[in-house]
């Protein structure tokens, strides 16, 4: 009966299509990165909790702590399917993680190939993005250390120029705000001098107020948009390697789990096979 699915010659009852090394290296795959997630969601909520600020619920979008809670939760889903599939032999949970690591690794493959095309529509983008942090950089602390992280870095000031920092009601320059910080700029903007050895968080004070060619001797008044997109053509190389080390543990995971699945679909075609012959004499 040429059609039927046998074992192979010379092999027991107990033989297996399933692969014990695809199967737990998939599965330990996962484990690491389950882990990493949990690390993620605690660290997430923990920021959260010890804000204790209603503020901060007005600008989730741009709160750090909400982002990776949300990275986190994504990569548990994502991971826990893979855990319990490649453990369980469970075709629907592998299917799962497949289809997802393959649908996120589109959406990463798109979104850099549309930021390319259209990058003044990114630039616009990122302006906003910005823009809107920088509302909101009192409200949250961690969206603050990592705005004065982000301007000491680039040494940069603003979106497109220090008087951006005008958006912010405390940094307003309109005669009506009673702000002590009325047309200043965040420290981070402040150009560091050599023998400086405590910060000076009032160094920014009154600089928006300033001419332009004043206001250079002691901020940098280039925005930080300019300074973010020179970087990203001078680092293109890096940023490429980068992209592609996220990619291979992807394909990596895409591999294993496509290659359990056709072994647990093999076994379970032997399975059926040896149902229905178990009694069959010409088998």
């Known amino acids: 009966m040429g059609g039927r699915r046998?074992?192979?010659?010379?092999?027991?009852?107990?033989?297996?299509?399933?692969?014990?090394?695809v199967k737990y290296l998939?599965?330990?795959?996962?484990f690491v990165f389950w882990v990493i997630s949990v690390i993620l969601v605690a660290v997430g909520v923990y920021a959260?909790?010890?804000k204790h600020t209603e503020a901060a619920l007005a600008c989730l979008a741009v709160d750090p702590a909400m982002?990776?809670?949300?990275?986190?939760?994504l990569m548990f889903i994502i991971t826990f399917c893979g855990c319990v599939g490649s453990l369980r032999e469970n075709i629907c949970l592998l299917q799962t993680f497949c289809i997802s690591l393959t649908v996120i690794l589109i959406i990463q493959i798109a979104a850099g190939?549309?930021?390319?095309?259209?990058?003044?529509?990114?630039?616009?983008?990122?302006?906003?993005?910005?823009?809107?942090?920088?509302v909101h950089y009192r409200d949250d602390v961690d969206l603050q250390n990592l705005i004065d992280y982000g301007q000491t870095k680039f040494g940069c000031c603003g979106g497109m120029m220090h008087k951006d920092w005008s958006q912010n009601i405390y940094f307003n320059c309109?005669?009506?705000?009673?702000?002590?910080?009325?047309?200043?700029?965040?420290?981070?903007?402040?150009?560091?001098?050599?023998n400086e050895t405590v910060i000076n968080t009032m160094c920014g004070q009154g600089m928006q107020g300033m001419d332009q060619q004043e206001a250079e001797k002691q901020i940098h008044t280039d925005g930080c948009i300019d300074k973010l997109v020179d970087w990203i053509h001078s680092n293109l190389f890096m940023l490429g390697g980068i992209a592609l080390g996220l990619a291979v543990?992807?394909?990596?995971?895409?591999?294993?789990?496509?290659?359990?699945?056709n072994q647990i679909k093999e076994q379970i075609?032997?399975?059926?096979?040896?149902?229905?012959?178990t009694f069959d004499p010409w088998s």
């Open 6 to 21: 046998r074992a192979p010659p010379g092999s027991n009852e107990d033989f297996t299509f399933v692969s014990p090394v």
């Open 26 to 30: 998939l599965f330990f795959f996962n």
């Open 48 to 50: 959260r909790v010890i």
């Open 67 to 73: 982002i990776i809670m949300a990275v986190g939760i």
């Open 113 to 134: 190939i549309l930021g390319f095309i259209f990058s003044n529509k990114a630039r616009t983008k990122v302006t906003e993005i910005i823009n809107n942090a920088i």
């Open 174 to 194: 309109s005669q009506s705000n009673p702000s002590k910080e009325r047309c200043s700029v965040p420290f981070s903007c402040c150009i560091p001098t050599g």
């Open 249 to 261: 543990p992807q394909l990596f995971g895409m591999v294993l789990s496509q290659m359990l699945i």
């Open 269 to 277: 075609k032997l399975q059926s096979y040896n149902l229905k012959h």
